[in-house]
């Protein structure tokens, strides 16, 4: 397991950083590309020398300006400096600070290596744990996997395709509830009667969470 380099550096010090270069940020569309990913690249090491393994992502441009998201890339244990980071977030005009990525809405499509998601063709059942009732299963049907599938242990292209799932069910749900609440998943072809056999569309997804942390929490 890689070792993460936690708090080298306060949330001040890479605050300090990004309001020295807040303008020049915004206006990334305007600057030299070479510039603007050098200022990038600044950031993420500044980003690194407060703790290994946070991420962040740049918005584009809106009227009310930019938004920066902070990410854990679904490691729990690096979350609580997500949060700190955020919450020591100063005001800065046009930027607005997030934590963790957030959902992306329905009906997505989701690139990942060579494979191709499309969330309106895939479906999912819930597996329930007797051991561990408080998180979420997912089997998820795809309808491009031949019917005979069967994954196969340590094999690349396998795992790539699990990744690929629960990267577009992390744009689904967001990246706190996707890393807190589905503990496992597996994938299986798409069945001739998908609803019959109890599976339901993925863009239900969300839906489904919100009931079940309702539910969880009684």
Same mark, same amino acid.
């Given at each position: 397991?890689?070792?993460?380099?936690?708090?080298?550096?306060?949330?001040? *010090?890479?605050?300090?950083?990004?309001?020295?270069?807040?303008?020049?940020?915004?206006?990334?569309? /305007?600057?030299?590309? #070479?510039?603007?990913?050098?200022?990038?690249?600044?950031?993420?090491?500044?980003?690194?020398?407060?703790?290994?393994?946070?991420?962040?992502?740049? #918005?584009?441009?809106?009227?009310?300006?930019? !938004?920066?998201?902070? #990410?854990?890339?679904?490691?729990?244990?690096?979350?609580?400096?997500?949060?700190?980071?955020?919450?020591?977030?100063?005001?800065? /005009?046009?930027?607005?600070?997030?934590?963790?990525?957030?959902?992306?809405?329905? #009906?997505?499509?989701?690139?990942?290596?060579?494979?191709?998601? /499309? !969330?309106?063709?895939?479906?999912?059942?819930?597996?329930?744990?007797?051991?561990?009732?408080? *998180? *979420?299963?997912?089997?998820?049907?795809?309808?491009?996997?031949?019917?005979?599938?069967?994954?196969?242990?340590?094999?690349?292209?396998?795992?790539?395709?699990?990744?690929?799932?629960?990267?577009? *069910?992390?744009?689904?749900?967001?990246?706190?509830?996707? !890393?807190?609440?589905?503990?496992?998943?597996?994938?299986?072809?798409?069945?001739?009667?998908?609803?019959?056999?109890?599976?339901?569309?993925? /863009?239900?997804?969300?839906?489904?969470?919100?009931?079940?942390?309702? !539910?969880?929490?009684?």
């Amino acid at each position: 397991m890689a070792k993460h380099n936690y708090m080298q550096k306060t949330p001040e *010090i890479f605050w300090n950083w990004f309001v020295a270069n807040a303008e020049q940020l915004t206006m990334l569309n /305007d600057i030299p590309e #070479s510039e603007g990913q050098q200022l990038l690249q600044e950031m993420q090491q500044q980003l690194d020398a407060y703790c290994e393994g946070l991420t962040f992502e740049v #918005s584009e441009q809106t009227a009310q300006g930019r !938004t920066l998201t902070f #990410s854990a890339e679904g490691d729990f244990d690096l979350f609580r400096y997500v949060v700190e980071l955020v919450d020591n977030a100063p005001d800065v /005009d046009w930027w607005e600070f997030v934590p963790f990525k957030q959902p992306k809405g329905k #009906s997505l499509k989701v690139t990942f290596d060579k494979f191709r998601f /499309d !969330t309106a063709k895939m479906a999912f059942m819930q597996l329930e744990s007797d051991e561990e009732p408080d *998180i *979420i299963g997912l089997r998820v049907a795809l309808p491009d996997l031949p019917a005979n599938y069967r994954p196969r242990e340590n094999n690349p292209e396998d795992d790539d395709l699990l990744v690929g799932v629960y990267v577009t *069910i992390e744009a689904l749900l967001g990246e706190f509830d996707c !890393t807190t609440l589905v503990g496992y998943l597996e994938v299986c072809p798409m069945p001739k009667e998908p609803f019959k056999e109890g599976f339901r569309p993925l /863009d239900d997804l969300p839906e489904f969470v919100e009931w079940f942390k309702h !539910t969880r929490e009684k």
